[in-house]
């Protein structure tokens, strides 16, 4: 299985609601990642999870909160977002982010819109 | 720092026709590189990626591409495009560790 999935494929939330986006790969990778991608623009990085432990925080504002139950999940936990934070929401995995090699697999992304 | 330059924002190119994206890199080491599609609406796909040997890399659907080192380009081709091509198109460099720099994309559209 060469595949990430992430639930749900859209998303629609007010400015005061609670919601969690959720990514899981049973490939046996061990490095897991959130990006943020705006229309026509490259993937940013937001989070890296390395061994179910946060690595890297680019800076990410705190009404975005990640968390990695286990090896295969990966959950995105959203209160408070802005209109600005509409956007799709991709999830990633390697091998290892030690790995010379870092080829990373992509899920098909949460279109979000906040209103 | 590692960078990606893609000079093309758009390209049109009629069904059949061949395409050629280009792709030019800054890295210090011997680089990581990758070309990735997107679909409208979609995730990134793999296309292929050079790591290090032969530098003219096969990919999936029909695509490949040649690593220059003197150049620092890494350009995207295809002999005959199909309509499923159209797409946005990313190249990205990686150094061995967690990053992943990608270039600004570019859009592919592909006329009847």
């Known amino acids: 299985d060469t595949e990430v999935t992430q639930t749900p494929k859209h998303l629609v939330m007010g400015m005061t609601n609670k919601k969690s986006l959720k990514c899981e790969q049973h490939m046996g990778h061990r490095a897991m990642y959130w990006y943020k991608q705006k229309a026509k623009k490259p993937p940013e990085l937001m989070f890296v999870?390395?061994?179910?432990?946060?690595?890297i925080n680019e800076s990410v504002p705190s009404r975005f909160s990640p968390e990695c139950p286990n090896s295969s999940l990966l959950n995105l936990h959203l209160h408070a977002l802005q209109p600005e934070d509409s956007a799709l929401y991709l999830c990633a995995s390697s091998q290892d982010t030690r790995d010379s090699y870092n080829e990373q697999f992509f899920g098909p992304g949460t279109r979000l819109t906040v209103l | 720092a590692q960078s990606v330059t893609q000079p093309d924002i758009h390209i049109t190119v009629s069904e059949g026709a061949s395409l050629e994206l280009r792709c030019n890199y800054s890295y210090g080491a011997t680089p990581y590189l990758f070309w990735y599609v997107q679909s409208p609406g979609q995730g990134l796909q793999l296309l292929l990626k050079y790591f290090s040997g032969d530098t003219l890399v096969q990919g999936i659907k029909g695509f490949e591409a040649e690593f220059k080192r003197s150049q620092s380009s890494f350009n995207l081709r295809k002999p005959s495009v199909h309509w499923s091509d159209a797409a946005e198109y990313f190249c990205?460099?990686?150094?061995?560790?967690?990053?992943?720099?990608f270039g600004a994309g570019t859009t592919v559209t592909v006329r009847a």
């Open positions: 990205a460099v990686g150094g061995g560790d967690y990053k992943l720099s």
């Open positions: 999870y390395s061994y179910e432990k946060l690595s």
